[in-house]
């Protein structure tokens, strides 16, 4: 009798003990914390190659060629090939295609650059960081550079404000400092000007 007893309870401790670990696998059901601000994505040479697939892209026949100094993807894809000098001059330009890639990325964006994203929040009192990154249930089916481009830059291109479509579609740059250049270089004016005349920011 004191064996069977003993016997239950045991095999009542060990039961109950189960039932102890098995509430927190209904917590691993909830969404996970958000990460600190930049922490957990993709490398930038991530983001380069996905610029440089981006702009073959745009280019399918290969018989023209962005004025966007080319690497190795794209390099590699060139070789071999004989490129008339008129048809190079009619590519789109480093910062255009900066710009217009930004636009259309929906890939992980890298820790300077959701900092960023971040302090531009606070700077414009917006959102952008909430609805694009994390947790970026996106807008309009968009999420990453695409989202903060087509709805936050385009916000202040359809309301003139040029200096914030700058800061922001430099935002969207910031892993790459040559890139950064050359769309400050084209300035606030021109950028907002891109944006309304290219694309629905009117």
């Not at 003993?6 to 996970?32: D, N």
């Not at 050359?182 to 009117?202: E, M, P, V, Y």
Request: glycine residues 8%; proline residues 7%.
């Amino acid at each position: 009798m004191k064996t069977s007893l003993l016997v239950w309870i045991g095999f009542l401790a060990l039961v109950l003990s189960g039932c102890k670990q098995a509430a927190p696998a209904s917590s691993a059901g909830a969404p996970p914390a958000p990460p600190p601000v930049g922490v957990g994505v993709a490398a930038a040479a991530d983001s380069e190659a996905r610029f440089e697939l981006w702009l073959l892209s745009k280019q399918p026949d290969q018989k023209t060629v962005p004025g966007v100094q080319p690497g190795k993807i794209i390099a590699d894809s060139l070789k071999g090939l004989q490129i008339p000098p008129l048809l190079t001059g009619i590519a789109m330009s480093d910062w255009q295609a900066r710009v217009q890639w930004s636009w259309d990325d929906m890939g992980p964006m890298e820790p300077e650059v959701q900092k960023e994203v971040a302090k531009l929040d606070e700077k414009y009192t917006s959102n952008a960081y909430s609805a694009c990154v994390w947790p970026g249930s996106g807008l309009a089916g968009r999420v990453g550079r695409a989202c903060v481009m087509q709805s936050y830059a385009c916000f202040a291109a359809r309301n003139k404000m040029d200096q914030r479509v700058l800061d922001v579609t430099v935002a969207t740059q910031l892993h790459n400092p040559a890139a950064v250049q050359s769309i400050q270089g084209a300035g606030a004016n021109t950028i907002g000007d891109f944006l309304r005349n290219t694309k629905f920011c009117r």
